[in-house]
């Protein structure tokens, strides 16, 4: 079982360009690893012996809202800039330690390596964060949206600044 | 007014009515559903018909096709991907067809009325609806009494107006 | 010459008797052979990330109810335990142990609607009613200290809504007793019943490493041999003072991992349970329920990702909060949402009456899968 300095530690000398650093929340400390390269310390992180996470708990994504905020005519909000997140939690179910990974992309394009192939429980996870929040995973095998209608075209509903459309095939929304 | 069975026969096995009421009557003891649930209100819907509060002594089955059906019991909430399936379920159902919409997630949008993109607020934006019951989910006997309201509009029914 | 074939394609669509909810499958099928199934999703989807980010921490416990409408009690208690987390606040005892009795109460009657709901598509109908039966019961002991049957709004943050009727303890005695033997009834009519182990046996083989990179948990897991239970691996609340065992699939009657195994699991699951409620009604000590709720909640900056176990598998709440009265995000990890994805690699090569023994063994609750 390592503490999660230890495992930060293993990963910085492994990968010492990707994984930038950790901060030190009060309830769990977090890794932060570029987007391009999350696929590559997933490989590590599974396969190596003394890390073995073979399981994937979950992965959500979160519009951190941190870029700058406008007001439109109509007096809602609209986020120019900013980054979108993906947590990944994951844990290893033979030797019994947990890890948090954090990656943070662009709001305007946001793009995250997949990591489908290193475990299967991350296809739909993945694909229900590109529903809600637009977040394009490279080299997924099948992205669509999961969640809402195929033909949905009004945006990404999780957003901070999602607007509500009036009519959709001709079912009126709004209360 | 004296339903079939309790008029008294003097001339035995020989009973003088209305074609209506003999119609309406036969209408209204076997409601046959179509099994539909859609969410929580679908989990009372299934005590109901379980031998606690059971459905089958006012005659309603669950049958697994709509061309089969004289009613749609809408159990739970209905999102904008599924009304569309609703509406041709409706469509599907033969004359005369009855709605029962159950719970207020399909009378409304229920809980989910403010913020939900994703929720049709109430049924009726889509189908017409006959008899509403409330609750969240309601109670079976709630829904036996939706049931007996049902009843109660089909024995008031009349050959020559037409329904909706 | 051979005779010239082509697949088809066809769809099992949301409004269907047995596929537990709406669900779309679509099959692709080789005569009656199943190629490749591949599950729709969304048709239940209430957009509950986007309510909680509009609610007050509190105002969030009903929501969680109907996440997975037949297991409320267990939702509620796995968001209260996620946010005192991210609060550091400690419950009194006779919540925790108030709060594992319901929990219990709920994992017995989950599994008998799931068991019961099983026989009726395997074509058995009696075995429905006599868990239904039980069922009431049980819901009576709900009614008795909450006032609903279905959505509790019970676990508050920091306590309980309301505090155990005087009549709770003696009868939920008297319900346990009759409850053993109901169980050996419940056997003798499903579970060595010759057509039904036919039908479920070497059907549906999920093989444990399949199992873990899918992400698969809870009694899913525990049939393909894994000895993995949130109550025992990582405790939470007080499970770690009670005596039970985790059983485990053994492939009686086919192999590892096989539908029946995944549904005897759950048989000995609900005799387990039974021995929790025994001792923890033994345990029960005073106090005042409503001690700890705090007045105003406004957690620090961080984020947190707490379980439970679920009657279905892993209830994860990840929650992140920017200090503020209401969640910043808050997502919820449902187990039929990870266990749901496993059906495409289960059903190859399969008869298509076997598909619906597949989905029911799986148990997924639609509320769970869509949120």
């Not at chain 1, 992309?105 to 390596?113: A, I, Q, S, Y």
């Not at chain 1, 901070?160 to 095939?169: A, H, R, V």
């Not at chain 3, 010759?194 to 990179?213: H, Q, S």
């Not at chain 3, 699951?269 to 709720?293: T, W, Y």
Request: glycine letters at 8%.
């Amino acid at each position: 079982m390592k503490t999660r300095e230890e495992i930060f530690n293993v990963l910085k000398q492994e990968f010492p360009e990707d994984v930038f650093e950790i901060l030190n929340q009060p309830m769990e400390p977090i890794i932060m690893v570029d987007p391009k390269a999350i696929h590559k310390v997933s490989f590590y992180l599974r396969d190596t012996e003394g890390l073995k996470f073979d399981s994937l708990m979950v992965l959500s994504g979160v519009d951190d809202a941190n870029g700058e905020k406008t007001t439109d005519a109509d007096g809602s909000q609209t986020i120019n800039g900013g980054t979108l997140s993906v947590y990944y939690h994951l844990e290893s179910l033979e030797l019994g330690h947990k890890v948090t990974l954090k990656v943070s992309t662009p709001r305007d394009n946001p793009e995250v390596e997949s990591v489908e192939s290193v475990w299967r429980c991350a296809d739909w996870h993945e694909r229900e964060a590109y529903d809600m929040f637009g977040i394009k995973f490279l080299h997924h095998p099948d992205l669509r949206r999961i969640l809402m209608p195929y033909d949905w075209d009004a945006g990404y509903p999780l957003r901070k600044d999602y607007k509500n459309p009036e009519f959709y095939q001709g079912m009126k929304i709004p209360y | 007014m004296k339903s079939l069975l309790d008029q008294e026969f003097s001339d035995s096995n020989i009973v003088i009515t209305k074609t209506e009421d003999l119609l309406n009557w036969a209408r209204l003891s076997s409601v046959w559903q179509l099994g539909f649930g859609l969410a929580c209100c679908a989990i009372e819907m299934m005590a109901t018909s379980a031998s606690h509060y059971d459905f089958d002594r006012f005659g309603v089955i669950p049958r697994a096709t709509p061309r089969q059906a004289d009613a749609i019991i809408i159990s739970g909430t209905v999102t904008l991907k599924m009304a569309t399936r609703i509406k041709r379920l409706y469509e599907q159902m033969p004359d005369p067809k009855y709605i029962i919409s159950m719970g207020s997630c399909s009378n409304s949008g229920g809980p989910y009325w403010e913020h939900g993109y994703h929720v049709l607020k109430g049924i009726d934006r889509v189908i017409p609806v006959d008899v509403y019951v409330p609750g969240c989910p309601p109670r079976p006997e709630a829904l036996l009494e939706g049931l007996l309201k049902l009843q109660e509009k089909i024995r008031n029914e009349s050959l020559v107006k037409k329904t909706a | 010459m051979a005779l010239k074939t082509e697949e088809m394609v066809l769809n099992m669509g949301p409004q269907h008797p047995s596929t537990h909810g709406v669900l779309r499958l679509e099959v692709e099928l080789d005569g009656e052979l199943v190629v490749n199934v591949k599950p729709h999703i969304g048709y239940l989807h209430r957009c509950f990330e986007k309510h909680a980010e509009a609610m007050n921490y509190n105002q969030v416990v009903p929501y969680t109810d109907r996440l997975d409408y037949l297991a409320s009690m267990y939702n509620s208690f796995g968001y209260a335990v996620a946010v005192e987390r991210l609060l550091g606040i400690q419950v009194p005892e006779r919540v925790d142990y108030i709060r594992v009795i319901m929990g219990e109460l709920q994992r017995i009657a989950s599994h008998l609607v799931a068991v019961g709901t099983y026989g009726v598509d395997i074509g058995a109908f009696t075995p429905f009613l006599y868990g239904f039966r039980d069922r009431e019961k049980i819901l009576t002991l709900f009614e008795m200290t909450c006032g609903a049957r279905l959505l509790y709004n019970y676990n508050w943050v920091g306590g309980l809504s309301h505090d155990l009727h005087p009549d709770f303890v003696p009868m939920t005695r008297e319900f346990l007793k009759y409850f053993k033997g109901s169980l050996v009834e419940f056997n003798n009519l499903l579970s060595f019943n010759k057509i039904f182990i036919e039908r479920t046996a070497n059907v549906g083989v999920l093989p444990l490493d399949t199992a873990v990179n899918y992400g698969i948990t809870g009694p899913n897991l525990r049939a393909s041999g894994m000895k993995w239970d949130l109550r025992k691996n990582d405790p939470y609340s007080v499970y770690d003072r009670f005596d039970f065992e985790i059983p485990v699939g053994r492939g009686e009657k086919g192999t590892t991992g096989d539908c029946w195994d995944r549904y005897y699991v759950r048989i000995r699951e609900m005799e387990e349970s039974v021995k929790i409620i025994e001792q923890a009604l033994d345990q029960l000590p005073d106090g005042d329920i409503q001690s700890a709720i705090p007045k105003r909640i406004k957690p620090p900056v961080g984020s947190v990702y707490a379980r439970v176990e679920n009657p279905k598998g892993e209830l994860g709440y990840f929650i992140v909060s920017d200090g503020s009265a209401n969640p910043f995000r808050l997502k919820v990890r449902g187990p039929s949402f990870v266990n749901l994805a496993v059906l495409g690699e289960l059903c190859k090569g399969h008869l298509v009456a076997d598909i619906i023994a597949i989905l029911g063994s799986i148990d997924i609750v639609l509320g769970e899968v869509d949120r």
